[in-house]
């Protein structure tokens, strides 16, 4: 046996050191599996990186009241808001691997985006953090003023090709997902439209206010059945969906990575669950 | 929905790629 381990690890030889490496090894295994047998055994503490009542907070919040129960103990969600989420990401990219404090945040988004709009910053997000599971959705949709001329997409596009920089689009601020979702249109189609902060739009989009053109990911959207996607309006593909997933600090042990993994998978299968979080989402 | 952390690294990668060409051909700078 001694001499498996020992080649297994690159030593040419048995050796007194090779067996005790194989010992520790086999220690450091048993209490592995016995920390993810107590875990956790104190509350869990979750890092939302947008401030509360946004949709990032409501789903989280749904999602961790079940999943306490599935644990058996508290999750304490905390909101870090600020500099388009990379403060919170900072946050639980600097604690310790010690399975207690846990990142919500969006891979498709300001996770992604944080490297490039906060350079300086230097985090490493694919390795400070350790993906846990994906739990959920929501998409975006393209809307105008309910009095703007253009009735398709394709009409928006020829209108703007037209008036470089002249027509404006909204977000909730710069840097923020609806601002580079908008600069990301601007590329695929060949546009200059111009960005300015706006406010959440789906109130105005059911109360007539605005029209959607289109929904910006793969798939129309719950709330918006007769909005077309870009991609049948034709204007290529362009998915802005986002995502909400949970995250770990790099290094946390893969048995805790497990657990948390199948708590998630559990609570997603609860239909209370399931019901709230498929009420459409107001910003 | 449910998936695995592979996927959520496979999107993360993705993006971070993605964002950076269109944040530098934007000049988008938020510090």
New interface residues.
């Given amino acids: 046996m001694g001499d498996k381990i020992g080649n297994r690890r690159g030593c040419r030889e048995p050796s007194v050191r090779c067996a005790a490496a194989a010992a520790i090894a086999a220690v450091l295994a048993l209490v592995g599996a016995a920390r993810a047998d107590d875990y956790p055994s104190r509350s869990v503490h979750v890092i939302i990186p947008f401030g509360p009542g946004g949709v990032t907070d409501i789903v989280s919040r749904v999602l961790f009241d079940a999943m306490a129960k599935v644990l058996g103990q508290a999750i304490v969600i905390e909101n870090r808001a600020g500099a388009s989420g990379t403060i919170a990401t900072e946050f639980v990219a600097d604690a310790p691997p010690d399975r207690y404090t846990l990142l919500v945040d969006d891979p498709s988004g300001p996770l992604a985006t944080g490297v490039s709009l906060y350079a300086s910053r230097r985090i490493d997000q694919l390795t400070r953090l350790e993906p846990i599971a994906p739990f959920g959705t929501t998409g975006a949709v393209l809307v105008v003023a309910a009095n703007f001329p253009a009735q398709t997409l394709a009409d928006f596009v020829a209108l703007a090709k037209q008036k470089p920089g002249e027509l404006l689009y909204g977000s909730t601020g710069i840097g923020t997902p609806g601002h580079l979702n908008g600069a990301l249109l601007d590329r695929i189609v060949g546009i200059d439209a111009r960005h300015v902060p706006l406010a959440a739009v789906l109130p105005y989009i059911q109360s007539g206010q605005l029209r959607a053109l289109a929904a910006a990911g793969e798939h129309r959207l719950r709330e918006l059945p007769n909005v077309p996607t870009v991609k049948e309006s034709g204007c290529g593909n362009y998915d802005v969906s986002s995502m909400y997933a949970l995250f770990a600090p790099g290094g946390t042990a893969s048995d805790i990575v497990g657990v948390l993994k199948r708590a998630t998978d559990q609570v997603l299968n609860d239909e209370d669950v399931a019901s709230v979080s498929a009420k459409p989402a107001s910003n | 929905?449910?998936?695995?952390?592979?996927?959520?690294?496979e999107?993360?990668?993705a993006?971070?790629d993605?964002?950076?060409?269109?944040?530098?051909?934007?000049g988008?700078?938020?510090?």
């Fill in positions: 929905m449910t998936g695995s952390a592979e996927l959520v690294s999107i993360l990668k993006r971070i993605q964002w950076a060409g269109v944040i530098n051909a934007a988008i700078s938020a510090e």
